[in-house]
């Protein structure tokens, strides 16, 4: 690519973003930081995850460009099975709502479907969670300016 064709590039970028349980459940847990940029302060057990608050940070960044490539958050029924199997009520809705957003947002958004191959390092059941990604449901998907509902944070 040319220096001079940056919006090209930009204009590339895939703006369909899946969020599998361990996103959402993040997002849920610590939303305030990757929101709002609140401070770290994990619960002692969270402490211990190897890593979580560079996770968290590289959430938040990524997500920081959300407001201007226009990504969209797309929650699968394989995800909410999972979500809804670990019997959690508040945790349960909250990714209940961020379905709803998704859904509501995009009533007559039509998408235009990229063809799709699969990486070798993903496997068979992580492909078919993108591919009901890819794929909308009846409804569309999320509005570019929405974000999920807030979680609980910290």
């Not at 939303?31 to 709002?36: K, T």
């Not at 609140?38 to 608050?53: G, I, K, W």
């Amino acid at each position: 690519m040319r220096a001079d064709q940056p919006l090209a590039a930009f204009a590339r970028l895939p703006t369909r973003i899946y969020l599998d349980t361990s996103v959402l459940r993040r997002l849920y847990d610590f939303g305030a930081l990757v929101w709002e940029s609140e401070p770290f302060d994990p619960l002692p057990r969270a402490a211990r995850v190897p890593h979580l608050r560079e996770d968290l940070d590289a959430l938040r960044r990524i997500l920081e460009v959300k407001d201007r490539a226009h990504f969209e958050f797309v929650v699968t029924e394989a995800s909410l099975s999972e979500v809804k199997a670990r019997g959690r009520t508040g945790y349960t809705q909250w990714v209940r709502d961020v379905e709803e957003s998704w859904l509501t947002r995009s009533q007559g958004v039509e998408y235009e479907l990229a063809e799709l191959e699969r990486v070798g390092s993903v496997s068979r059941k992580d492909w078919a969670l993108v591919l009901a990604a890819a794929v909308p449901p009846e409804h569309g998907s999320l509005s570019p300016e929405a974000d999920p509902p807030a979680g609980r944070g910290r």
